[in-house]
């Protein structure tokens, strides 16, 4: 078992198989679908609520959300945590800040990747809260229910996703 | 305990989410799906770790809920669509996911693995984006957000087919898609 837990990758289907029996189980026992964009709403709030104090609450989207350490934004850690001990196990942690594939492609300027990674993760943030869910909400959690919100969702992030990648990249085909 | 005082249970909630959110992030990267190589292999459609972790999942999935919704254990969460909400939110998102090459879960398992791009950026870059969306959120609720409603929340529903039939052509059909990626060499 211990030198299962190490290895550094399990095939995608056996991970897939228990991602998708960890998704019914979140619904049996928490009554929630998984998905992670919404841990980042309560933590946004959280910090708005530290720095412009409570009157934030009034906001029409936080009254949708309230800022709270709950269950969706105790996911959030929860996922560092477990991929933090799976690399540690596998021996595969290891700081970095400019992924390899990036610096083949743009050079190894960390400022620039830093910059475009903010970019990024502004689109995914705003995109995450427009369509009401991320890969994991709407592309896991939604599909599965066959919510048609959600398959149209997961569709585009692929649509908007791919094209970005070959604009960067170009076509690898 | 019974499940409804179960969900109520704020504190065993808090527990859960975590417990919940670490065993998603071990699994996300024993996957390879928390490696920017791997997703941008996905979006450059190189490297199908991504759709096969996901793929997989939702055919479990779909049975799963299936029976455990019929014998009334899990309720279905499903919202209705909009164009102006999943169609346009969804391509800001894929746009973003390009540019990134993590989305928010896998951002997180990212940093927990040791990438420090995905922490001084992405995880930045996602509680400045959703924080914009809360301050355009009121006016973007009365006028985009609802714009072209799909009336059929349900994909059986939108089809007028029964569910059983949905799920099992639903999971046929990804073992076959999956099948097919094997067999094309991905």
């Known amino acids: 078992m211990n030198g299962f837990l190490a290895l550094p990758l399990w095939s995608p289907y056996l991970v897939g198989v228990c991602i998708g029996l960890l998704v019914c189980l979140a619904l049996v026992l928490s009554d929630r679908p998984i998905g992670c964009s919404t841990g980042f709403v309560k933590i946004r709030g959280l910090a708005e609520q530290i720095f412009r104090g409570k009157q934030i609450q009034e906001k029409e989207y936080y009254k949708k959300f309230p800022p709270a ?34 610096a083949e492609q743009f050079g190894s300027s960390a400022v620039l990747r830093i910059i475009a990674a903010i970019a990024g993760g502004i689109l995914l943030g705003i995109g995450a809260r427009w ?43 | 305990m019974d499940l409804k005082s179960l ?4 504190s065993a909630q808090v527990l859960l989410g ?3 959110g670490i065993v998603f992030g071990f699994l996300l990267q024993k996957g390879g799906a928390t490696s920017y190589e791997v997703i941008m292999g996905q979006l450059l459609l190189t490297d199908f770790t991504v759709v096969k972790i996901m793929a ?11 029976i455990l919704n019929r014998i009334g254990y899990a309720r279905r969460h499903v919202r209705e669509g909009t164009i102006g909400s ?10 973003g996911f390009g540019l990134l090459g993590y989305c928010p879960g896998t ?12 922490l001084i950026g992405g995880f930045v870059g996602i509680l400045i984006g959703v924080g914009i969306f809360a301050r355009i959120y009121p006016s973007l609720n009365r006028t985009l957000l609802t ?9 059986h529903e939108l089809l007028g087919l029964p569910e059983w039939l949905v799920v099992l052509a639903g999971c046929i059909g990804i073992v076959v898609f999956l099948y097919l990626l094997e067999v094309a060499g991905f």
């Open chain 1, 69 to 102: 350490i709950d269950w969706q934004l105790m996911i959030i850690p929860g996922i560092i945590i477990g991929a933090f001990l799976s690399s540690v196990l596998s021996g595969t942690f290891g700081l970095f800040i400019i992924p390899p594939l990036w």
């Open chain 1, 131 to 173: 369509a009401g869910g991320c890969t994991s909400g709407h592309g896991i959690s939604g599909s599965l229910q066959l919510s048609v919100g959600s398959i149209l969702s997961a569709a585009c992030f692929f649509a908007g996703g791919i094209a970005m990648a070959m604009i960067l990249f170009g076509v690898h085909w």
């Open chain 2, 7 to 10: 969900h109520t249970n704020r």
């Open chain 2, 18 to 20: 975590l417990l919940f």
């Open chain 2, 56 to 66: 997989s999942a939702v055919a479990v999935g779909l049975v799963g809920f299936f």
């Open chain 2, 86 to 95: 999943n169609v346009v939110g969804g391509l800001i998102f894929g746009l």
């Open chain 2, 107 to 118: 951002v997180a398992g990212a940093v927990g693995q040791g990438a420090l791009d995905a």
């Open chain 2, 147 to 155: 714009y072209g409603r799909i009336k059929k929340e349900t994909v």
